[in-house]
């Protein structure tokens, strides 16, 4: 039970930063060369590519700063995606998803370059993750998915026997484990912040509560172009970039049709003793388990157990946010029964964007530029494809294998954005994990 301790519904990363004021005041430009939609990783790194290259840029968002996922997430740098290795090669053949794997990895570099060109403080740290088996034959498969990696994508990673796993986590529960050591951790809202700023150094205008109402093809003396229409009024952008994400909707409603917003939640304990979090955690590795409804789990910087996990399917809501932080408490104590007597401090939840292949997509769509679809794997991948979206609106032409792959739609179009197939997602992949 909760008992009488106050826990209070909120995003805890944000009890340890202050997110940048908006440095645009006032109207909008009149005109700009590129207008970025959504103020996170992908807006953010897009932003500060682009003004580095001397391009005029507006991001606006409708909230605060780093207000969407970027600040809402578990911190994990992880690489890989969502889709394992053997269904990605059967979707896009080896050589396609070599180079998916390579720039997954690429990613990492990234992440941690910016970090260290910008002095961004934000304890971002290699920790390396542990996926953890639920299932005997899910950890038989690990064996199989290691060696693929290890041929194909030169990459290794360890398979941690069940007897041997106490040397990485204090649960009893899985059947073993598999580690990769390239991954990493931070606190992804000082990270969202310190990126903030850099775009804002680099010379991009940043407008926070400014929400993005329609966006029309317009051209202007000539020259094709977009007319922005928003709460604070309108610009005319050359280009337009969008990076919404989970929180995407009607002002791009073709990208709003292929998108499922997803709910995921988060609790974070108290501050544990440090010989407690020591053996929750020897290694301080960003830990998920092996199932489609997964939970992913970590150590915070001062030692709290983050612990997350899609315990309601719709969008966060007061309602939803509450009936996860119990069930989310009661996953961990099946992981930790050391924790049974933990307080849990804060509770809260963010929006995930599904594509309905589970994949990144990145590219143009209706001649508007985007990046979307990280599918809870998007600290890394939103930093890397916002700055190569950038980069090929700058002219060049990075390597990017997410860009031309096709990005299905809903099965029979039947979809207009309103996820009222949720309930039965969520129960279907319950159903999944277990039968498989
Ligand atoms: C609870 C949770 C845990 C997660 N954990 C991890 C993790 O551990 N590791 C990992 O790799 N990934 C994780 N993810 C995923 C990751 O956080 C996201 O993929 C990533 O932050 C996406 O960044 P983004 O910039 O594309 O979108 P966001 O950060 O969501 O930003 C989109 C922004 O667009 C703005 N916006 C939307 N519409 C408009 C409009 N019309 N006008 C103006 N602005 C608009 C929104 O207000 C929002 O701020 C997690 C996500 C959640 C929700």
Not at 192 to 218: H, N, P, W, Y
Not at 398 to 405: A, K, M, Q, T
């Amino acid at each position: 039970m909760m008992g009488k301790h106050l826990m209070m519904e909120q995003n805890y990363w944000l009890t340890t930063t202050e997110m940048p004021a908006s440095n645009g005041q006032g109207s909008l430009p009149e005109v700009v060369d590129v207008a970025v939609i959504g103020a996170g990783f992908t807006g953010l790194s897009a932003a500060r590519t682009l003004a580095k290259r001397g391009a005029k840029v507006a991001v606006v968002e409708s909230e605060a700063i780093g207000w969407g996922a970027s600040s809402r997430n578990g911190g994990m740098v992880l690489t890989g995606m969502k889709l394992g290795v053997n269904k990605l090669i059967s979707m896009y053949g080896r050589e396609r998803t070599q180079r998916m794997y390579a720039a997954s990895l690429a990613s990492m570099d990234c992440v941690e370059q910016i970090v260290r060109e910008e002095a961004i403080d934000c304890d971002f740290i290699r920790c390396g993750h542990l996926e953890v088996a639920c299932k005997q034959k899910h950890f038989d498969d690990y064996a199989r998915q290691a060696e693929v990696i290890a041929r194909e994508f030169n990459h290794t990673l360890r398979v941690v026997q069940k007897h041997e796993l106490s040397s990485e986590i204090g649960s009893r529960i899985y059947y073993g484990g598999m580690v990769d050591e390239v991954s990493a951790g931070a606190n992804p809202a000082r990270y969202v912040a310190g990126l903030a700023r850099a775009a804002m150094k680099a010379g991009s205008e940043v407008f926070g509560r400014t929400r993005v109402e329609s966006i029309q093809c317009d051209s202007r003396q000539g020259t094709a172009g977009w007319k922005v229409s928003t709460s604070r009024g309108s610009l005319w952008a050359h280009d337009v970039f969008v990076g919404t994400s989970g929180y995407t909707g009607k002002a791009t409603p073709a990208l709003q049709k292929k998108l499922i917003p997803i709910g995921s939640f988060i609790i974070t304990t108290e501050v544990l003793p440090e010989a407690l979090a020591r053996e929750l955690s020897p290694r301080n590795r960003m830990i998920y388990d092996s199932k489609n409804y997964l939970y992913y789990y970590r150590l915070t910087p001062d030692r709290r157990m983050l612990f997350g996990g899609r315990a309601a399917f719709f969008p966060e809501t007061d309602q939803t946010v509450r009936k996860s932080a119990e069930i989310l408490r009661r996953g961990m104590i099946e992981v930790y029964p050391q924790l049974s007597d933990a307080k849990i401090d804060y509770v809260w939840g963010g929006t995930l964007d599904f594509a309905f292949d589970i994949m990144p997509h990145a590219g143009q769509l209706d001649g508007m530029y985007y990046a979307v679809g990280y599918a809870g794997h998007g600290v890394a991948m939103a930093t890397y494809q916002g700055q190569k979206i950038a980069e090929l609106m700058a002219g060049d032409k990075p390597e990017n294998p997410f860009v031309g792959i096709p990005f299905p739609g809903a099965p029979l179009g039947l979809y207009n954005g309103k996820p009222w197939f949720l309930p039965f997602a969520g129960a279907w992949y319950k159903f999944l994990d277990w039968v498989s």
